[in-house]
C-alpha cells in the first residue's frame, strides 16, 4: 500500500548531538514537509519541499536542516543548535503543489532529550 | 492572537450524541482541512473544502468563507471516534496553518 514511513517512531538525543530523522514516501508526490508539535500547540512547520533539490523554510527552521536527493525521501537533522529539540514530529506529502489535495501524513517520531 | 481558533479545547460526550467542533480563522484562505490524529500520534486528512458542505459516513464539514468558520459535525458518536481533531487552513500554497486541536472522548 501506498504511504508515509516515518522513523524511529522514538529516538533519543544526547546534548549536543545531532540526529536525523527519516521520512519516505511511495505516493510519488512532489511536495513534503515537515511538522513540529508541542503538548497545548497546532502543528509548526518546519521545512517544506515542492520538487527535488529545492526546499524553503518554514516558520520554525532554525536549529534543523532537511534533504530532498530523492523525490521519496525528505530526511529531517536535527542539530545541536536546536536548543528545545524535545517534541514530536510529523511528516506529510502532496500530490499537488498548489494544495489542491489533501496532504498525507507519516505517525511520527516522538524525539527526547536523554 | 493564534490565527486559527478552535472550540472546545476538550470535549465529552456520551455515545449517540451528536458532536460540533468549531473552527475560526483571521487569515484569507483557499480552503480548509479537518484532520483526526488519534493517540498514538498518526494524522488522516478527514476533509478538505473550500465551500458549501461535505459528507463522509457520519461524518459532516461546513465552511463557510465570508464569515472565516467551519464546523466539523459527528452524528451519532461512537467511543472509536475519540482522537483530537485539527482544523487546519490552507493559506498560501499549499501551506497549511494548525488550530491547536479538540480533544473529543466518546464514552460508552
Known amino acids: 500500500d501506498g504511504g508515509i514511513t516515518q522513523s524511529p517512531k522514538y529516538l533519543f538525543r544526547k546534548e549536543g548531538q545531532n540526529v536525523t530523522l527519516s521520512c519516505e514516501q511511495n505516493l510519488n508526490h512532489d511536495a513534503m514537509y515537515w511538522y513540529r508539535q508541542d503538548p497545548g500547540q497546532g502543528l509548526r512547520l518546519i521545512y517544506y519541499s515542492q520538487i527535488v533539490n529545492d526546499f524553503q523554510k518554514g516558520d520554525i527552521a532554525e536549529g534543523y536542516s532537511v534533504s530532498r536527493e530523492k523525490k521519496e525521501s525528505f530526511p529531517l537533522t536535527v542539530t545541536s543548535a536546536q536548543k528545545n529539540p524535545t517534541a514530536f514530529y510529523l511528516c506529510a506529502s502532496n500530490l499537488d503543489r498548489g494544495g489542491n489535495q489533501p496532504q498525507h501524513f507519516g505517525d511520527g517520531t516522538r524525539l527526547s532529550i536523554l | 492572537k493564534n490565527e486559527v481558533e478552535q472550540s472546545p479545547q476538550n470535549l465529552t460526550a456520551q455515545e449517540g450524541e451528536f458532536i460540533t467542533i468549531n473552527c475560526s480563522y483571521s487569515v484569507g484562505i483557499s480552503a480548509l482541512h479537518w484532520l483526526q490524529q488519534h493517540p498514538g500520534g498518526g494524522i488522516v486528512s478527514l476533509f478538505m473544502?473550500?465551500?458549501g458542505k461535505k459528507k463522509h459516513g457520519r461524518l459532516i464539514a461546513t465552511i463557510n468563507i465570508q464569515e472565516k468558520h467551519s464546523s466539523l459535525h459527528i452524528t451519532a458518536s461512537h467511543p472509536r471516534d475519540s482522537a483530537v481533531y485539527i482544523c487546519?487552513?490552507?493559506?498560501?500554497?499549499?501551506?497549511?496553518?494548525f488550530g491547536e486541536g479538540t480533544q473529543l472522548t466518546v464514552n460508552p
Open positions: 473544502l473550500s465551500s
Open positions: 487546519a487552513p490552507l493559506v498560501s500554497g499549499s501551506r497549511l496553518t
